[in-house]
């Protein structure tokens, strides 16, 4: 699900406290290790033989009910635990916020042991040499990796070994109002597959009133970066280069090239047209139209599904079909996104690591990802977690949840849907948000608006590149 973005202020925050952060990577906390074992695995003996518990303080960007969730899943784990560890959850702001403070506690030699963080925060989080690869721990206790969601792990492993633990996670799709869909005398089995195909029922599903307002438009999504992201990868296409910056360090972004400039043009002439709406870049605002009932189809993510199907009740009924495609040629697929957990190695000692360790392999199990799942709507990471009972029954009662597991299982890992690992991601994502709402508004042609966006961000490559090179 989609947290806040950064704003200008932020972003300049961020891109300064990235480079301070690298600089000082060697810093350790109070008592932990520094040395050149910092970075190792320990394994279940360092807890065995503690005689004391061990605190794991744990940094998360969750609220509201997934914040429920956390806190519900962090009691389980420590009363099983045999007091032997305890698991402090602490809440951080938004995503955006928890990596700035992870960067700032680098700085001051006091990180946390775990911490989530999201999917484009990764690239910082391995250049960082903070944490302990998780393949180290799996590899330590023949941890079941194969029970991970491929394409989930896909997007945190780098050369085939899984750098963090993906906890939770969201994919993209189309929702659809089926109701709008019988009026217009279409057919709400038969979605559309691509961007032309959702272009042309866009028009058919405008409605307008007598005096000749639009009350239902077509199409309507929230201009967010994430979502072209997930069409660029459909078409088979890297989003940055260096093969999405897992051969080495991304020098530049590629939105700007055949498939971005086309999903910019596509959107510009559907809202010119009038058979889609322009609510900017707020997701609320573009869920609310949605909720509404006035617009017939809609790209967001899985997160949302529950809140729409509830919100729906005795007005509509909500569908969901795969994301589209960029075009009716393409055989890609769309990237997941949401946030793993890292676990800290500079300045902790083995039983800090170890028992956050055993905490990532308690919320990563089946029951745990069951309960994660049906508690927030994320989709679970295990995928052992579907055969639980009481994911079956959740299942069953939102039934627009299969097509989510659908598509994730069709689509074969790759590097373009594993998505692109850069350090300055956040600042990626709002530049393309730049020149797709340049382009939708009409303040510049399609081509320029995403050309004059690529480089706008490309300041702010050179300068990460150079503070970790």
Known sequence: ?????????????VALA????????????????????????????VLQKATDKTVVEFWHGMKGANAAAIDKLVADFNAQSGGKVEVKAIYQGNYDETIAKYKASVQQKNTPALVQVYDIGSRFMVDSKQTVPMYKFIEKDAFPVGDIEPNIANYYSIDGKLQSMPFNTSTPLLYL???????????????????????????????KDAGGKTVQYGFGAAIYGWLLEQLIATDGKEYCDNGNGRKGLATKVQFDQETGVRVAQWWADLVKGGYATNTGRKTDDAQAAFKAGTVAMHLESTGAMRGYVDAAKGKFTVLTAPYPKASGTATGGPIIGGASLWISGVGHNDKEKR?????????ASPAQQAKWHTGTGYVPVNTKALDEQIDKDWVAQYPQFTTAVDQLHALPPSVASAGCLLGVMPQARKASEDGLEAAIVGSKPAEQAMKDAATSVQPAIDSYNKSVG
């Open 18 to 45: 990235t480079a301070a952060a690298l600089t000082a990577c060697g810093g350790t906390g109070s008592g932990g290790d520094s040395g050149k074992n910092a970075l190792d695995a320990p394994g279940a003996e």
């Open 1 to 13: 699900m989609r947290q806040p973005k950064l704003n200008r202020a932020m972003s300049a925050v």
């Open 355 to 363: 028992a956050a360790w055993e905490f990532v392999k308690f919320a």
């Open 177 to 207: 109002n089926k109701e709008a869909f019988v009026r217009a005398g279409l057919d709400p089995t038969k979605p559309p597959k691509n961007l032309d195909e959702l272009g042309e029922l866009a028009k058919k599903l405008t409605v």
